[in-house]
């Protein structure tokens, strides 16, 4: 049987990888798929001031509030899956649990960004094609707008719009 992997984040962009694994479902029906969703670790500063249970709380209705729409669509087409909730850097948890579960492929929704912002931002795309031996299919997301597609997100643009703003005064 073939294992599937699909990290999902609550983005529309994660929706993209998601109907992409459908697509392989109505092919092949004996895919066993893997939903995924990585939270952020709270800071250093956060946990020593709010107590493990309260943290696992928050982690686990993050990751349930970002799983809900994809299970609801896997549900509505009577499509198996399991679920997996991880803490800590996406990439690096994605690879882990490819590893794990023995996948044979991660479906991973990314980003429309140019090679700048991707630098910029990082991507956790590019940093999963480094961290795993696992084959990856990365499905394009929503196209960029004007702005994003030249390296001028709201907050790099606002921050060059501040800097100019600062260099005539």
Known sequence: MLKVLVPVDGSSNSLHAVRQVLVEFRRNPAIDIHLLNVQPPFSANVRRWI???????????ASQQALQPVRQIFDEVRVPYAVHHAVGERAVR?????????????????????????????????????????????????????????????????????LVVAALE
């Open 51 to 61: 107590d493990r249970q309260t943290i696992d709380e928050a982690h686990a209705e």
């Open 94 to 162: 994605i690879a882990e649990f490819a590893r794990q579960l023995q996948c044979d492929h991660i479906v991973i929704g990314t980003a429309r960004k140019n090679s700048l912002m991707r630098t910029i931002e990082g991507s956790v795309t590019n940093r999963l094609l480094e961290l795993t031996p696992v084959p990856v299919i990365a499905v394009a997301g929503d196209t960029p707008s004007a702005w994003e597609r030249y390296g001028l997100q709201w907050g790099l643009g606002g921050g060059l719009a501040w």
